[in-house]
């Protein structure tokens, strides 16, 4: 990382902290907001956090290790989460986990080499009357068809 | 997609889409007045909807009991149990109840601040929420003395989770919210003492907090007349699986599940749900059960397989699930979840000795007392329920969930 890149990142947070308060109750949300904007939380980033709320570098860690929407390694510029909940998988899930992987020529759990996809499996996204759903950062698509989801991947850049 | 601007209200039921105006409930319990407010809820019956089903009268009593200078009400919208969808309709629908539910419970139990914890996969309705909030604000439903009512001073902020089921158990949640990693507390000191940041704190589930302006309105004894004398008023299903109409339903406690299936078309069907991947399977001979807390008690899902179905597989994906969603913190959930569905393999692959299967069924029975919270102490209710259930499709001569069956 670049020093001028560094001092940005660092403003950033400083501003985030500002906004959101010093307070340990803050500290999801400004990881939160780290990672909409960067798609994952560097270790860098994770200091930073840490020395300005004054709580220890692990901390931070492993409050981002919990959750499954915070990330520490980097990810591509759109996250993609296809439901693996039995009811979406009733209603044709496995089609579309099997197009999509052909047409972006990875795995779940892998990106994109040009970093624009991430593709990962989600549980239950509360649109069991309408799946097959998958989230598309932080939007959702509902009765999914191999065709439609392959014209929504290919949409976001 | 839908969105609160676009959507109009089709919807009808007994209780919860029955008709409603913007505003009435909060104004009726600034009239009636603390006490009234917890007398009529004591007089409707209500218990929690999320599924552990407590009685939110003594909730609320409790934490206005409690002496302190802050309190706070936390409406649970971490909605993730497998085939649960309801809060989603709530949310989008009726917010105006879900916020009403929070102010009336903001003052009658004496919070200034209320928080909606949205989980992280609704994201996209947070706009939505927040513009609702500011309109609630303009017509002085939140804010300072609210509706004229001196000293009545109440906000709600809307915190998102980040993908962990597990933050839906109430202490998992104030964990989370204090910044931490959502790992459940020992319970006692219970949130109405002791919640978030160590102040009293009611937390309610979505459909909870949206019953009650509708009971104030109409009083205890109209919600009491729905439903059974021990689950009183009516419950959202989220109905989905295999049948002609899936969505959400709202029905008086005490329906079966026969008439449920009638209702949603559903047809040849082999088992059904009840209460997520954390509730029980039942199969075709129990389907004259009925719902409601003192037979077959529920958070609203209902998932539906018919005949095609392979009630192996249904039972590994659940499993997986519990897997993924163990915050690892006590070993009885995070080792035994990982043991039952090592089971299910073994029974996939034809690799098992009916000792092992038995033994197994003895770990899921101790990890349902074992266990610190509700994760643990009902995973294991869908291993034992379809192993036993379905014994016959899984184990018998014609198994068809074996690989070389």
Redesign the interface.
């Known amino acids: 990382m670049l020093v001028l890149e560094k001092n940005a990142l660092s403003e950033e947070i400083e501003s985030l902290v500002n906004q959101f308060g010093k307070?340990?109750?803050?500290?999801?949300?400004i990881?939160?907001a780290i990672?909409r904007k960067h798609k994952h939380i560097s270790d860098f980033a994770q200091q930073e956090v840490a020395r300005m709320m004054d709580i220890h570098p692990v901390e931070v860690n492993?409050?981002i290790s919990?959750?499954?929407?915070?990330y520490s390694e980097p990810k591509g510029r759109n996250i993609v989460r296809l439901c693996?909940?039995?009811?979406c998988?009733?209603l044709g899930k496995e089609k579309i986990e099997e197009a999509v992987q052909r047409e972006l020529g990875i795995t779940f759990g892998q990106t994109t080499k040009d970093k624009r996809i991430t593709l990962e499996y989600?549980?239950?996204?509360?649109?069991?009357?309408?799946?097959p759903a998958m989230?598309v950062n932080?939007?959702?698509?509902?009765k999914l068809d191999p065709e439609t989801a392959i014209n929504i991947l290919n949409s976001i850049k | 997609?839908e969105s609160i601007k676009t959507l109009n209200k089709k919807r009808s039921g007994p209780v919860l889409f029955s008709e409603y105006k913007q505003g009435e409930g909060v104004k009726k319990a600034l009239e009636m007045g603390r006490e009234n407010i917890l007398f009529e809820l004591k007089g409707s019956g209500l218990k929690g909807r999320g599924g552990a089903g407590f009685p939110t009268a003594t909730k609320w009593m409790l934490s206005a009991a409690s002496n302190s200078d802050k309190k706070f009400i936390v409406c649970n919208a971490d909605?993730?149990?497998?085939?649960?969808?309801k809060?989603?309709v709530l949310l989008l629908e009726y917010p105006e109840l879900v916020f009403e539910g929070m102010i009336i419970a903001g003052y009658t139990i004496g919070a200034k601040n209320g928080i909606l914890y949205l989980?992280?996969?609704?994201?996209?309705m947070?706009k939505s929420l927040e513009d609702y909030l500011e309109l609630l604000r303009k017509d002085n439903l939140l804010g300072i003395n609210i509706l004229g009512k001196k000293d009545f001073n109440f906000d709600i902020n809307i915190?998102?989770?980040?993908?962990?089921?597990v933050c839906g158990e109430e202490t998992a949640l104030i964990e989370?919210?204090?910044?931490?990693?959502?790992?459940p507390r020992n319970r006692p000191p219970y949130p109405v003492n002791t919640g978030y940041?160590g102040h009293p704190t009611v937390v309610n589930n979505v459909e909870t907090l949206a019953s009650v302006p509708h009971i104030l309105i109409k009083g205890g004894d109209w919600f009491r007349k729905h439903g059974t004398d021990k689950s009183t008023g009516s419950k959202l299903f989220?109905?989905?699986?295999?049948c002609e109409k899936?969505?959400?339903y709202e029905l008086s406690w005490g329906t079966s599940i026969n008439e449920l299936l009638e209702l949603v078309e559903a047809k040849n069907t082999k088992a059904v749900q009840v209460g997520g991947a954390s509730g029980t399977c039942l199969p075709k001979s129990q389907f004259h059960r009925v719902l409601g807390y003192e037979d077959v008690a529920t958070g609203g899902s209902i998932?539906i397989?018919n005949e095609s179905?392979n009630m192996l597989k249904?039972l590994k994906?659940?499993m997986k699930?519990f897997v993924?969603?163990s915050?690892g913190q006590c070993t009885p959930c995070r080792i035994g979840n990982t043991k039952l569905l090592e089971a299910v393999e073994k029974i996939e692959n034809d690799d098992f000795t009916f000792l092992y299967i038995n033994n197994l069924k003895e770990l899921g029975r101790t990890m349902q007392v074992a266990s610190k919270c509700g994760l643990g102490q009902s995973s294991p209710n869908s291993f034992i329920s379809i192993l036993e259930n379905f014994k016959d499709e899984i184990f018998g001569s014609k198994g068809k969930g074996r690989k070389n069956g």
């Open positions: 307070d340990r109750s803050a500290l999801l949300q990881l939160q990672q492993s409050v919990f959750y499954s929407f915070l693996q909940t039995i009811s998988d009733m989600t549980n239950c996204l509360g649109m069991c009357d309408q799946g989230l932080e939007k959702v698509y509902t | 997609m909605e993730g149990e497998p085939g649960t969808f809060d989603r989980r992280g996969e609704y994201e996209y947070l915190r998102l989770g980040s993908g962990a089921y989370s919210l204090e910044g931490y990693r959502g790992e940041l989220s109905v989905s699986g295999d899936p969505g959400v998932m397989f179905r249904v994906n659940f699930f993924e969603e915050c």
